[in-house]
């Protein structure tokens, strides 16, 4: 299902409205919110997804647009706490950890992947797409030419011992043997 970023119409959907004052009409999704014929459009076919992480460890974010014409398709980052305080990501960024390969054709297409990961990459991790030509436009509201899909990244501290190594969990076999055998199915999983 697509979502039209362009105008979104949810009280008006009478086509004679629109047939009324000489436009066309496009009606998209099951709801029959309306985008104006001739208007950019654009939608998510794939957003990405929040994830937990540990320090020292890479994620990727996926996005996926599809409009006419091919939206633009930019990546965005805040902090914890601070989600109205966004700042653009780039290829090549903080020490060059961050990567991000974008391709365009009928849909754009764009993975964002973050290396070596610290406790300061903890945040919320934005997708923002537009086909619309003021979309640049200093004097335009964002809100109304970007679309937004959002991840939030939480990376928490790994438990590495002084050479770096993780440091071992506890066995677990020796409990299950033992909670196997209590239950009268005495088999060793070790």
């Given at each position: 299902?697509?979502?039209?970023?362009?105008?979104?119409?949810?009280?008006?959907?009478?086509?004679?409205?629109?047939?009324?004052?000489?436009?066309?009409?496009?009606?998209?999704?099951?709801?029959?919110?309306?985008g104006i014929v001739?208007?950019?459009?654009?939608?998510?076919?794939?957003?990405?997804?929040?994830?937990?992480?540990?320090?020292?460890?890479?994620?990727?974010?996926?996005?996926?647009?599809?409009?006419?014409?091919?939206?633009?398709?930019?990546?965005?980052?805040?902090?914890?706490?601070?989600?109205?305080?966004?700042?653009?990501?780039?290829?090549?960024?903080?020490?060059?950890?961050?990567?991000?390969?974008?391709?365009?054709?009928a849909n754009g297409?764009?993975?964002?992947?973050?290396?070596?990961?610290?406790?300061?990459?903890?945040?919320?991790?934005?997708?923002?797409?537009?086909?619309?030509?003021?979309?640049?436009?200093?004097?335009?509201n964002p809100s109304?030419?970007?679309?937004?899909?959002?991840?939030?990244?939480?990376?928490?501290?790994?438990?590495?011992?002084?050479?770096?190594?993780?440091?071992?969990?506890?066995?677990?076999?020796?409990?299950?043997?033992?909670?196997?055998?209590?239950?009268?199915?005495?088999?060793?999983?070790?």
């Amino acid at each position: 299902m697509l979502c039209p970023s362009s105008l979104i119409i949810p009280r008006f959907t009478s086509e004679n409205v629109w047939k009324s004052l000489g436009v066309g009409m496009q009606v998209q999704g099951a709801r029959g919110s309306a985008g104006i014929v001739g208007m950019p459009w654009s939608g998510f076919v794939k957003s990405p997804m929040s994830e937990t992480k540990l320090t020292g460890d890479a994620f990727e974010l996926y996005c996926d647009v599809v409009g006419s014409p091919t939206p633009e398709i930019q990546w965005w980052y805040a902090e914890v706490n601070r989600a109205e305080a966004f700042k653009q990501l780039w290829d090549g960024a903080r020490k060059r950890r961050v990567t991000i390969n974008t391709a365009y054709g009928a849909n754009g297409v764009s993975v964002l992947r973050v290396t070596r990961l610290t406790l300061e990459d903890s945040g919320t991790y934005e997708c923002r797409a537009s086909n619309d030509p003021r979309r640049n436009d200093l004097r335009q509201n964002p809100s109304i030419t970007w679309i937004r899909a959002q991840a939030t990244i939480s990376v928490l501290q790994s438990e590495s011992g002084p050479a770096g190594v993780l440091t071992p969990v506890p066995p677990v076999c020796p409990l299950l043997s033992w909670v196997l055998k209590r239950l009268g199915e005495p088999r060793d999983l070790c």
